[in-house]
């Protein structure tokens, strides 16, 4: 099999100053949370990629790549503030070290009955909403419930039970909000006596938690991340094509998780890999300005959240043509008539607006078009 004309192993770029290879361009117009290598959580910088690891296993996970998130919970990890409402029980502040290493963790103590501890917030309606925070206990083990619920009738939209021990866990519950009425995300069913550590709330609109979003006496917002590597302009050829390769993890969906994506720099001439609204499919699509619709994947490849995937995306210039494997699956192939040359490769942050929200480990970029029996090959083994 050649050798790719352009490769990117994630990990080799983590020393670099902005955590990305120099001819690429990354952006991400605010600070950012991510895991480190010894399992807390570390704020970085505006503008620098983030390597993240597994904080239960330490594995190495790939940049980590989103779309943009706002935590609609005030004091995010202040629980002893008005915002946040205790029924029977108290909250003694900065009790323990929190998942950052930060003495700011707090501790509910129920002093009654079936206590819970949570906050107020006003949604928008006919929209899906993700609650989630960082929990555990002192000694033993615990189990709690997390509701959604709309506050005037006291209805729940979502609950799940999670079980705490003394590692910090972060549980989320996730439900869809029907109308505007002030909804409650709470943490609940404790006894008298019981008492959780707590730290890093957040409520956010998707259907899965994002990164962590400190907030204090208002909202906050974390930008999205923009990450596209330049194609050399001799790479392709108007008788040739070329295949792009992504080793990925898609953590949930906001809309449609796309990446990667190849363009001439606009919306109107491009081919990607899209993974539709509930990660059902993943699917080739391309779309060029002189025959639109253009588009492929009516057998898709389910890919539940969380799930890694090693994708590789052919094109041809020549026979107007381009084919999808995942994973050693190939999809088919698709008629792309006027395809353009393409000028970039879009890690995430794709024209129009839609993101991948997951890792990405490696990305490649192949100048001729492979075979069905190569595409298969290349997201069977690792390159």
């Known amino acids: 099999m050649i050798r790719p004309a352009l490769n990117c192993v994630a990990k080799a770029y983590e020393g670099f100053q902005n955590g990305v290879p120099t001819m690429a361009s990354f952006s991400r117009a605010s600070g950012a949370w991510r895991t480190n290598a010894k399992g807390f959580l570390e704020y970085t910088q505006s503008q620098i990629a983030r390597h993240d690891y597994s904080p239960s296993t330490g594995e190495y996970l790939g940049w980590l790549l989103e779309g943009p998130s706002t935590n609609l919970l005030l004091y995010s990890d202040q629980c002893d503030a008005a915002a946040w409402v205790k029924s029977n029980g108290t909250v003694s502040a900065n009790t323990s070290m929190a998942p950052d290493r930060s003495i700011s963790a707090d501790t509910f103590t129920a002093s009654g009955a079936d206590a819970s501890i949570g906050q107020s917030f006003t949604p928008t309606s006919s929209t899906t909403y993700t609650a989630s925070v960082w929990l555990r206990v002192a000694s033993g083990t615990r189990t709690v419930r997390l509701i959604l619920r709309r506050v005037a009738s006291w209805t729940e939209i979502a609950s799940i039970d999670a079980s705490l021990t003394t590692t910090w866990k972060r549980v989320s519950v996730t439900g869809g909000v029907l109308d505007t009425t002030t909804h409650q995300f709470c943490v609940s069913a404790l006894p008298s006596g019981a008492s959780i550590e707590v730290w890093g709330g957040q409520i956010e609109q998707g259907k899965f938690p994002s990164s962590y979003i400190s907030t204090g006496g208002t909202v906050a917002s974390r930008a999205a991340d923009i990450f596209a590597l330049p194609i050399p302009a001799a790479l392709f050829t108007a008788s040739g094509g070329g295949t792009a390769y992504i ?97 970039t490769l879009r890690v995430t942050g794709a024209v129009g607006g839609n993101y991948l929200d997951g890792h990405v480990r490696h990305v490649a970029l192949f100048s001729r078009a492979f075979s069905a029996s190569d595409l298969q090959l290349l997201t069977t083994e690792r390159l």
């Open 247 to 343: 080793m990925r993890e898609v953590l949930g969906y906001k809309n449609f998780s796309v990446g990667p994506q190849l363009d001439d720099g606009t919306d109107a001439n491009l081919v990607q890999v899209v993974s539709n609204g509930d990660l059902s499919e993943t699917y080739a699509y391309g779309w060029s300005s002189t025959a639109p619709g253009i588009g492929y994947g009516t057998v898709g490849y389910a890919l539940p959240p969380g799930s890694s995937a090693r994708c590789a995306l052919t094109f041809s210039f020549a026979a107007q043509t381009m084919a999808l494997a995942i994973n050693g699956t190939l999809l088919g192939e698709s008629i792309m008539r006027n395809l353009d040359i393409f000028s």
